[in-house]
């Protein structure tokens, strides 16, 4: 994805190598189901870093597909 001039920042380091929307979704599905699998995980081994990680990096991705979406920056490839 190239960088345009009113892309915040932290979107283009979320969407750095996703060129389409379609990967972009299957990296927040990807997300999603990580996010699920990982509270039975971090409760059987008592380590809720797994959780504490992989949640709030699901909603980075979701925030940078919402602002891609509203802004049209999808190559249409």
């Given at each position: 994805m190239q960088?345009?001039?009113?892309?915040?920042?932290?979107?283009?380091?979320?969407?750095?190598?996703?060129?389409?929307?379609?990967?972009?979704?299957?990296?927040?599905?990807?997300?999603?189901?990580?996010?699920?699998?990982?509270?039975?995980?971090?409760?059987?081994?008592?380590?809720w870093l797994?959780?504490?990680?992989?949640?709030?990096?699901?909603?980075?991705?979701?925030?940078?597909?919402?602002?891609?979406?509203?802004?049209?920056?999808?190559?249409k490839a």
């Amino acid at each position: 994805m190239q960088r345009s001039n009113n892309m915040p920042l932290w979107v283009f380091l979320g969407l750095m190598n996703v060129e389409t929307r379609k990967g972009a979704l299957i990296l927040v599905y990807l997300m999603i189901v990580c996010a699920f699998a990982s509270i039975p995980l971090s409760w059987y081994l008592t380590d809720w870093l797994w959780a504490v990680t992989i949640v709030p990096m699901g909603i980075w991705y979701w925030l940078c597909l919402r602002w891609a979406d509203r802004h049209a920056v999808w190559n249409k490839a």
